[in-house]
């Protein structure tokens, strides 16, 4: 209760608190340090982090506007089963995408080479 400690401006902080905050600082700045080395060694987004990206992307529209109520959403592309329901369930694009990424190509390469049919 009362005042708090950090604004009794008026009185000397003790010795072990001044230690305790230049421990606590000296920490922080490692740190930041060390995420900042760790976040350079990643390096540049390559390919494959791209292609995640925009197959998860890919993946969010398609469920999105599966049937988004207020347009006819993309199931409506196929047929519908006896009781009125659409056969495609909100899992068919997460299978789509998994299916998608095993055969996207590990090798970038493969994209400059196409005519060659992707040899190197």
Do not use: C
Not at 37 to 55: D, M, N, Q, R, W
């Amino acid at each position: 209760m009362g005042i708090s400690s950090k604004l009794k401006f008026w009185q000397k902080k003790n010795e072990d608190e001044e230690l305790e905050s230049r421990r606590a600082k000296s920490l922080e700045k490692r740190i930041k340090r060390t995420i900042g080395e760790k976040y350079e060694s990643l390096g540049p987004i390559g390919l494959h982090e791209l292609a995640v990206l925009g197959f998860f992307f890919v993946m969010v529209f398609l469920w999105v506007f599966k049937d988004p109520q207020f347009v006819p959403g993309w199931d409506t592309l196929f047929p519908k089963t006896v009781k009125g329901k659409s056969i495609i369930k909100e899992a068919t694009p997460t299978l789509l995408i998994t299916v998608l990424m095993f055969i996207f190509p590990s090798k970038a390469t493969y994209f400059r080479n196409f005519r060659n049919g992707g040899i190197i």
